[in-house]
């Protein structure tokens, strides 16, 4: 059974860091794309970054965090991270990590979209004060 355990957020200044992490188990987490998402209360869950299988050298970022926001993978920890830097309160959300099922497609089409990931964690949340 496919399990994704989200971990590292927390309350922090706007301006500041915080690194995520995606502990994946039931899988064979090397073979696997990655990505993350976040949804804030009220609003629907939104594509954040994503990261290829194997060597992760495919990654694609929102338009949001671009520049300020790294996804990257330890396969010989089968984790996934997320280092956030210069967070901003519209950074608010809570943040879950999500893989596709194994051998699936992904086209530049559907990486960013929620439907193409069968398994997802419960998330972390992070709060931005201003």
């Known amino acids: 059974q496919v399990q994704l355990v989200e971990s590292g957020g927390g309350l922090v200044q706007a301006g500041g860091s915080l690194r995520l992490s995606c502990a994946a188990s039931?899988?064979?987490?090397?073979?696997?794309?990655m990505g993350w998402f976040r949804q804030a209360p009220g609003k629907e869950r939104m594509f954040i970054a994503f990261?290829?299988?194997?060597?992760?050298?495919?990654?694609y970022y929102a338009d949001s965090v671009k520049g300020r926001f790294t996804i990257s993978r330890d396969n010989a920890k089968n984790t996934v991270y997320l280092q956030m830097n210069s967070l901003k309160s519209e950074d608010t959300a809570v943040y879950h990590c999500?893989?596709?099922?194994?051998?699936?497609?992904?086209?530049?089409?559907?990486?960013?979209?929620?439907?193409?990931?069968?398994?997802w964690g419960r998330g972390t949340q992070v709060t931005v004060s201003s």
């Open positions: 990261i290829s299988s194997r060597s992760g050298g495919t990654t």
């Open positions: 039931g899988l064979t987490f090397s073979t696997f794309h």
């Open positions: 999500a893989a596709p099922s194994a051998g699936r497609v992904i086209s530049a089409s559907s990486y960013a979209r929620a439907s193409t990931y069968n398994y």
